[in-house]
């Protein structure tokens, strides 16, 4: 299953598919990008981040792929567990002189079915 | 190692009363945060503390929010008086000091304003 952009902020899959989660970017000078999980009723937990000089990062289960020119995140789920129903943020760091600012995307609720 | 603790939990108030909220950041962390995360939206930095001084208050609707971090350490935000619109969680995060460091959360205040 896959997100398009924020215009789709639902994604429903099966247990056990893979899930790919979108998000686009505004400001070309962020630098630092970061995908957050939220389960209701919790503060948001870190999941994966990249940097700007890369273009991949993997994790357990987790791929974040970055692509600067147009501006675009996406986070890949392998094998989608039951355990992984949250709201997915996306969120971009820009360092400024009076230190590291993040701004998060609108998020993705994904949905998984047993 | 202790997560970020918050209090309240839930909070429920009229309009135009006051009200105040607790953080205490995980120990050694620099760098504190307020969001604010209006239901179904990313959460919207208010205010950013590096020790007990103030980096960035930008986006802190100054007129009626306030937030402090005395010695350094816990840190409160209070509201006063409160409006409808301010009904929200409340999220305090906290980081090392330094760039590109993991923001971690706390589990929010649930704000009602009726």
């Known amino acids: 299953g896959e997100s398009v952009g924020l215009h789709l902020p639902t994604l429903s899959v099966q247990e056990g598919d893979n899930s790919i989660i979108n998000c686009a970017y505004s400001?070309?000078?962020?630098?630092?990008f970061i995908w957050y999980k939220q389960e209701s009723g919790k503060g948001p937990q870190f999941i994966i981040d990249?940097?700007?000089?890369?273009d991949k990062r993997q994790g357990q289960r987790v791929t974040v792929l970055l692509n600067k020119t147009v501006k675009h995140l996406s986070l890949q789920i392998a094998a989608t567990q039951p355990g992984d129903s949250a709201v997915y943020f996306c969120?971009?760091?820009?360092?400024?002189?009076?230190?590291?600012?993040?701004?998060f995307g609108e998020g993705t609720q994904l949905t998984v079915n047993p | 190692e202790a997560g970020v603790a918050q209090s309240p939990r839930y909070k429920i108030i009229e309009k135009r009363q006051s009200v105040a909220f607790w953080c205490n950041p995980i120990s050694g962390h620099a760098t504190l945060y307020w969001y604010q995360q209006i239901l179904g939206q990313g959460p919207k930095l208010l205010i950013q503390f590096q020790n007990n001084g103030v980096v960035d208050d930008s986006q802190l609707p100054k007129d009626r929010f306030s937030a402090e971090r005395l010695k350094g350490v816990d840190s409160t935000l209070k509201i006063q008086p409160a409006k409808l619109e301010d009904s929200a969680v409340y999220l305090c995060?906290?980081?090392?000091?330094?760039?590109?460091?993991?923001?971690?959360f706390g589990p929010g205040t649930r704000l009602t304003v009726l």
């Open positions: 969120a971009e760091n820009i360092e400024e002189t009076s230190g590291s600012r993040l701004t």
């Open positions: 990249i940097r700007s000089n890369m």
């Open positions: 400001n070309s000078a962020s630098d630092y």
């Open positions: 995060a906290s980081s090392p000091s330094g760039s590109y460091n993991e923001q971690f």
